[in-house]
């Protein structure tokens, strides 16, 4: 069975403060995605990423897959009480349209 | 255009009742997927369709627990004799289904929050 472990499972800290979340598996994935889910809703992609080390960004946000495509990381700079929710990752075993694995996710809360 | 949507968003079910949770995808959308949420927790995985046929039911926890899609458009996820454990978070998800990785994207729907008292 696949899982995908994430930590830390909570976060909370000041306006402008930097964090890291890590997604980690000892299963190799096709693909990995990032979700953020508000309190009533589900999740909405933030971001895809399908290559070994590659790194992409979305404004604040970076994203990283790991070389080995088992492991992922967000790192958000300057956080803002807008990020507050929750951040999950999710796997896509083989690319082939099913059903995703997702991590426990991460709360994350920013006071200003 | 409209997103996913679900309905009832909220249900509260006496301890053996049973419960229908409704689901309206993208239009155009060929797979759709019921995920369920615990408090706290990331989705778990409960079933897919493409089109009307469920080609995967691994994840349903129970016999109790029946999806369908007869149209290969709505998707009504049925719980039957519901237990207390059954309380959580029931998300419906579809996608376009392609060769391409955007077309794999899933959309979610808000849920339905299930309360099994």
């Known amino acids: 069975t696949q899982l995908l472990e994430q930590s830390p499972q909570f976060l909370s800290i000041q306006e402008g403060e930097n964090l890291t979340v890590y997604c980690n598996s000892s299963?190799?994935?096709?693909?990995l995605q990032w979700y953020r889910q508000e309190p009533g809703e589900g999740p909405v992609l933030l971001v895809t990423?399908?290559?070994?080390?590659e790194v992409k960004k979305l404004k604040r946000l970076t994203f990283q897959f790991g070389d080995a495509r088992k492991d992922s990381s967000l790192h958000i700079t300057a956080a803002q009480p807008g990020d507050t929710g929750l951040y999950l990752c999710?796997?896509?075993?083989?690319?082939?349209?099913?059903?995703?694995?997702f991590g426990k996710g991460t709360t994350l809360s920013v006071s200003s | 255009g409209a997103g996913v949507s679900q309905s009832p968003r909220y249900k509260v079910a006496k301890r053996g009742q049973d419960v229908a949770l409704r689901c309206d995808p993208i239009?155009?959308?060929?797979?759709l997927f019921w995920y369920q949420q615990a408090l706290g927790q990331g989705p778990e995985f409960l079933t897919y369709f493409q089109n009307e046929a469920q080609l995967d039911k691994s994840g349903l926890p129970s016999d109790r627990f029946f999806a369908e899609r007869p149209e290969g458009s709505v998707s009504t996820l049925k719980i039957q004799r519901t237990q207390q454990e059954d309380s959580a978070v029931y998300l419906c998800?579809?996608?376009?289904?392609?060769?391409?990785?955007?077309?794999?994207?899933?959309?979610f729907g808000p849920g339905t929050r299930l309360t099994v008292l």
């Open positions: 998800a579809s996608s376009l289904e392609g060769f391409s990785l955007s077309d794999n994207e899933q959309f």
């Open positions: 990423v399908v290559t070994g080390g």
């Open positions: 299963s190799v994935f096709s693909s």
């Open positions: 239009s155009g959308h060929v797979s």
């Open positions: 999710a796997g896509d075993p083989d690319q082939a349209g099913t059903a995703l694995i």
